[in-house]
C-alpha cells in the first residue's frame, strides 16, 4: 500500500490539506487499509482528502508518491465491534466502501458510541455492505458445486465455477481447505481461482466459466438425491428463490430439476401430503447413497478395508444413532454395530424400550480405520479430517431421514454431526438443537466396555440407557 499525492489537487487545496491517493494491493486489502488508516487518523488527514484506489490503476493520476505518515506508537482505540463491521464491509464491490470505513474509522475514535447508534447514516450504510457480504458468503459456501476431474493417474481433481457478487472468495477459501481437505479442488471464479492440492492453497488470476468443467458423472446421482429430498409439501416458491436465487441455478445441477418438481408439486397438490413418495424415494436413494459410497475415496482409509459400512435401518426413521466407526467384525459384515459394542447397544437399546429395526444406525466414519499388530487389525480413532470428509455422506443420510431425533455415541459422532468437539459427559443430557429435530449426546457403547472399573462401566452403561430413553421421547 502507497500513498501518492496529486499536485493538482493540491492548488485545489482542500481545507484539510491535498488530496492524497492511498494504493492498496487488492479489492480484500484488509491489512493494507487498516495499516494506512491508522496512519491517516494519527496524522490527522481529513477521510475526504483521501481517493483510495487498487493495484496500478491510479498510476496515470499520481505522479508523486510520498511516505506514508508514520505509524503511531499506540493503535487507535475503537470499540471492539469495529473490527468484525469493517472486515466483511471491505469485501464489498462498492468502490466507496475504503473511504465510507475511513470515515467511520475517525468518527468512532472520537465517539465511541456511535457503534450502538443504529439510525446513524454511515453506520447504517456499511452494516449494509457487511450483511451483503456475509450473504455472498453463505451462498458461495452452500452453492459451490464441484464437479469431478480425472487427472489421468487415477487420482481425481475437482473443479468449480462460481461468480461471487463480492470480493470474498480469499475469504471463504478456509472454509471449503477445512470441508474438503482431503481433497484436490479448484475454485474458479472471474476475479480469482483458487486451488487446493490436499498441503497448500496457492491462486491464479480470474478464469472464464468454459474453463469449468460443466457436467460429470456425479451429476445423476446428485440430481437422484435431490429429487428424493424434495418435499413438494413443503414447498415455499418465495422462501426457495429468496435462499436460492435464480442467478446461482446455472451452476447447480438440481437446478434442472426445480421447474418439473415445481410443477408437478403444484398438480398434485391435495393429494401429495399422504403420498409415500418421499419415503419410497428416501429408502432409494438411501440405497443409491450406499452404493455411491462404496466406491468413495474422498480419505485414504478405504484402502485394506472390505468396504464401506453405510448406516442401515428405515428411510424414515424417527431416531438415527450414530457412533464413531466400524470395527473389525463390522468390517467383515458389512453392517454397522454387530460386533462387542454393538451388543451391548443392542442390550441398551431393548432396556430402553426402543427397536432397533425402527432406527437407523450410522457412524460418522464409514471405513474401518485401523493399525496391523501381528495379524491382529486394532482401533484407531479417525482423526478430525477423516471425520470432517466423511460429513459428506452423513449430511446426505440426516437429509434423507430427517429424524427427529439424533443420539452422538462419542466424540466422533458429536463431531461429525454438529462439527463441533466437547467432552461428552458435558454435552449429555442437554438436548442439541440440529437441522433436523434435536440432538442426544452419550457414551459410546466401547467406551463402556473399555472402562477397568466396574463400577464406572455399570454407571455409564446406565447413563447410555438413560440417554436412549431421553431421546427416544425427543422424537415424540
Ligand atoms: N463402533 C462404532 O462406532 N460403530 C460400529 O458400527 C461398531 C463399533
Redesign the pocket.
Known sequence: MTIATDPASQAAAHSAGPTRAVRLLGEDDWDGWRDAARRLLAAGIDPDAIIWTVGGKADDLFAIENELPPQPRVPPRVPRSFLPLAQSAILHSDPERFALLNRLLVKVSRYPDLMSDRADPLLRRIDLLAKAVRRDIHKMHAFVRFRELDNGDGSQRFVAWFEPDHHIVRATSGFFVRRFAQMQWSILTPELCIHWDGEALTESPGAERPDAPADDAFEQAWKTYYGAIFNPARLKIKAMLKEMPRKYWKNLPEADLIAPLVASAQARESSMVEQVIPSGNRARTLEALAEEAQGCRRCPLWKGTSGC?FGEGPGDAAMMI??????D??DRGG????????QV?DRALSEAGIDRREVY????VKHFKYVMRGKRRL?QKPDAAEIDMCRWWLDQEASLIRPRSTVM??A??VRGITGKTGAVGKMRETALPLQHGSGTVSW???YVLRLPDREAADRAYDQLVQDLRLAAERTG
Do not use: D
Open positions: 459400512v450414530v457412533g464413531e466407526q466400524p470395527g467384525e463390522e453392517r454397522p454395530f454387530i460386533g462387542p459394542a454393538g447397544l444406525l450410522t457412524n460418522a482401533h455415541l462419542g466422533t459422532a459410546h457403547p466401547s
